[in-house]
Structures are given as structure tokens and as C-alpha cells.
T-cell receptor
Framework: GAVVSQHPSWVICKSGTSVKIECRSL??????MFWYRQFPKQSLMLMATSNEGSKATYEQGVEKDKFLINHASLTLSTLTVTSAHPEDSSFYICSAMLALTDTQYFGPGTRLTVL | GQQLNQSPQSMFIQEGEDVSMNCTSS?????WLWYKQDPGEGPVLLIALYKAGELTSNGRLTAQFGITRKDSFLNISASIPSDVGIYFCAGQLRAGNNRKLIWGLGTSLAVNP
């Protein structure tokens, strides 16, 4: 139980284009999902907290107009990287919180490469 | 941002040996979590601890929530090659609607067959 999927698993795009990443909780409902970014050999850096039906809460230093988050249902949150640039290249990971235990379960991650 | 003190940073051991790693914090937490991350994958939850003093096992893994709520350890017994990966501790403080995790920097484990 508590399975989280992400799509796509990897994406390569040209500079200036937008990329959408989907995060789904497959066997439970999640009112809260989280989006992280991870650089090589580092731990996860929280970008934003996504709450179903309301605006996301962004961490300090994360541009909300660049990283658009939508959590329209209890099983789906999306992260759109707008006007991507090479410095946005990274490993993006989502998690969904199982409300019963307040425990986060993570997706497999999405590798974004911006050329 | 805030981070937990996780040690050791890396370990290189022989197959069959036991492994121990720990995390400490200056802050107290309501929940301690241990995750394992393989290269190119997301973290996988190993053990979740919800109560101070709690000792929980998951197969060859054992973890404890420190009585002061400021520390936790993870033990792996009789290591095998598939134990290779990076192990992260994370603390969670439930305050209002805040459920953010505070992370350790990870322990990289290598197992020599």
C-alpha cells in the first residue's frame, strides 16, 4: 500500500519551454502532497506544499510563478516548470502524505534536463 | 534551512556485518522516519517512529526514537549487497497544518560481497 507514481520519469526539453510533471497517489487519497528538488549527493530540498483545493505554499526562495503547482484532486498534483532554463535541470521528487499516520510516501522522481 | 546531524556520512563494510547510523537534532520531533534511496529513484520508507522511546523492527532493520525526542538510530543486521544505497533520516514536527520534514544529509552505504 501507499504507492506514489510520477510521470514522466525523465524529460529533456529546450530552454524556454514548459514542462509538466504529474504526481499520483495510486491507492490512497492525499490532501497534502509535497514537491522536492534534489541535487547530486545532497538531501531533498522542499520546494512547496500542495494542498488539495487550495493554493500551494512555497518555500522561501522558490518562485511560485516559475514552478506552478496544481492539486485539483485527492490523488493528483502537478508541477509545471515554466520557461525552463538549464539551471532548472534537476531531479524532482513528489511525496503524498497518508493522513492516517502523517507519513510521506515518495514517488520515483523525474529527471529534468533543459538544453 | 535546518538539517539534522546524520552520521556517519559514509560506510564501507563487508557483507554480513552489522551497520549502525544515527541522527541528532537540537529540536524535538513528533515523528522520526528512515528512508533509503537508490540512485535515480525516490526515497523508500523503511521505518516510521511515532513515540518517544519506541523501538521498531522491519526485517533486518531496527530503529529507535530517542527518549529525548531529539535523536534516532537505525541498525541493519547481517548486511547484504542490496543494502547498498543512501539512507536518510527525517524528523517531523506536527505544528498546526505544518507537516514538513527536516532531513539529514544521508549515510552512503557500500557493501563488499
Amino acid at each position: 500500500g501507499a504507492v506514489v507514481s510520477q510521470h514522466p520519469s525523465w524529460v529533456i526539453c529546450k530552454s524556454g519551454t514548459s514542462v509538466k510533471i504529474e504526481c499520483r497517489s495510486l491507492d490512497f487519497q492525499a490532501t497534502t502532497m509535497f514537491w522536492y528538488r534534489q541535487f547530486p549527493k545532497q538531501s531533498l530540498m522542499l520546494m512547496a506544499t500542495s494542498n488539495e483545493g487550495s493554493k500551494a505554499t512555497y518555500e522561501q526562495g522558490v518562485e511560485k510563478d516559475k514552478f506552478l503547482i496544481n492539486h485539483a484532486s485527492l490523488t493528483l498534483s502537478t508541477l509545471t516548470v515554466t520557461s525552463a532554463h538549464p539551471e532548472d535541470s534537476s531531479f524532482y521528487i513528489c511525496s503524498a502524505m497518508l493522513a492516517l499516520t502523517d507519513t510521506q510516501y515518495f514517488g520515483p522522481g523525474t529527471r529534468l534536463t533543459v538544453l | 534551512g535546518q538539517q539534522l546531524n546524520q552520521s556517519p556520512q559514509s560506510m564501507f563494510i563487508q557483507e554480513g556485518e552489522d551497520v549502525s547510523m544515527n541522527c541528532t537534532s537540537s529540536s524535538i520531533f513528533n515523528t522520526w522516519l528512515w528512508y533509503k534511496q537508490d540512485p535515480g529513484e525516490g526515497p523508500v520508507l523503511l521505518i516510521a517512529l511515532y513515540k518517544a522511546g519506541e523501538l521498531t523492527s522491519n526485517g533486518r532493520l531496527t530503529a529507535q526514537f530517542g527518549i529525548t525526542r531529539k535523536d534516532s538510530f537505525l541498525n541493519i543486521s547481517a548486511s547484504i549487497p542490496s543494502d547498498v544505497g543512501i539512507y536518510f533520516c527525517a524528523g517531523q514536527l506536527r505544528a498546526g497544518n505544518n507537516r514538513k520534514l527536516i532531513w539529514g544529509l544521508g549515510t552512503s552505504l557500500a557493501v563488499n560481497p
